[in-house]
């Protein structure tokens, strides 16, 4: 079963949560011959989690989960191949990358159209390949999800200098995508403790500051799309 999310954040009410910050519609069946959705609906797999869903109030029914599927397939055919494919990285190190960096680049569009990118700290999840930020619930990043979701990501591994060389090497990974608000208060303290793990000296330090700041925080999830890592030397 495939889960629709819509790519922009709106402040329209889902499942009676005025806070939600963004929109997804029903959920498509392609035995029911079901028609909803919008020209910016996504299809993501939620494999292993509760799903996500409710209805857009606002889906006028000329979309069929066919149109979507072909749009959503055009859409992982748009990203260009490494110009430079002998330095590309596997998957596999993409990931490993993402688990040990420390901080990251998250790149997005203001509302006129203005590039705005804004370091992070982060934690990825190697289980569902996804990225979680937390931060404020308001502010510049916030109004630039709420009208355009989409997202690119990078970071970049310690570099190394080999004894008797000047130059580094390093590795860097980018990955693009849509952001999604964790809305679940259980799978939200999840995740903001995950990553205070990563960054608190203590357990009982990252546990002080998330009873004291839940309430206040937003934890944001990237799901990524497409991903594509290079190795790096300076010389």
Known sequence: MKQYIVGAFTDRVVHGNPAAL???ADILIPETGNRHGRIDVYPVQRAGKKQRHGKDPSADGSRCYQC????RKGADEMYREMRRFRQQITEEDCRKVLEQAKYGVLALVLEDGQPYAVPLNYYYDGENGRIYFHGAGTGQKIDALRKDARVCFNVVSDPVRNEGEWWRQFDSVTVFGRILAVEEPEEKEIFL???GSRYYPTSEAAEAVLKE??????VLELVPEHMTGKHINEK
Not at 213 to 218: A, D, N
């Open 213 to 218: 700041t839940f309430s206040r925080v937003t």
């Open 193 to 195: 403790r995950k990553i």
């Open 68 to 71: 979507i599927a072909a749009e």
């Open 22 to 24: 963004f929109r997804v």
